[in-house]
């Protein structure tokens, strides 16, 4: 027999976890590196920066271009390797709650 408060009360407890897990992302950062390490950039699981480190030799006017490309390029780095981060974590914060249905992606429901 279906039970629809049943139900509705797991769905309110598959929401909480979601939120609790969203709000979590923050905590998870991943650092990236380009020009050999003259450029390093950290974000956190919602992909913000929040952190960019570059090498003194890089700070000369000629060499502007080449910096704005360095530092796209490990920002987008660091942007891959935490959304892998992230939706590990959000896996197991509802691991349990949510049935893992082959094919479907819940990423974006975590990308709050």
């Known amino acids: 027999m279906f039970d629809m408060m049943k139900m509705m009360g797991k769905m309110k407890e598959v ?7 969203q709000d979590n992302l923050v905590n998870i950062k991943a650092t990236a ?3 050999g390490g003259m450029v390093n950039a950290t ?4 992909k ?12 000369k ?3 502007k271009e080449m910096l704005r490309d360095l530092i796209i390029a490990a920002v987008n780095k660091a942007n891959s390797e935490v959304e892998i ?4 974590e959000m896996r197991k914060s509802t691991e349990g ?8 992606d819940l990423g974006s429901m975590f990308n709050g």
């Open 43 to 46: 974000v956190n699981g919602k």
């Open 15 to 21: 929401q909480a976890k979601i939120k609790e897990a």
């Open 48 to 59: 913000e920066l929040i952190q960019l480190d570059i090498d003194d030799l890089l700070l």
């Open 61 to 63: 006017p000629d060499d």
């Open 85 to 88: 981060e992230a939706k590990e």
């Open 97 to 104: 709650v949510i049935p893992n249905i082959p094919g479907m």
């Open 33 to 35: 590196d380009a020009g």
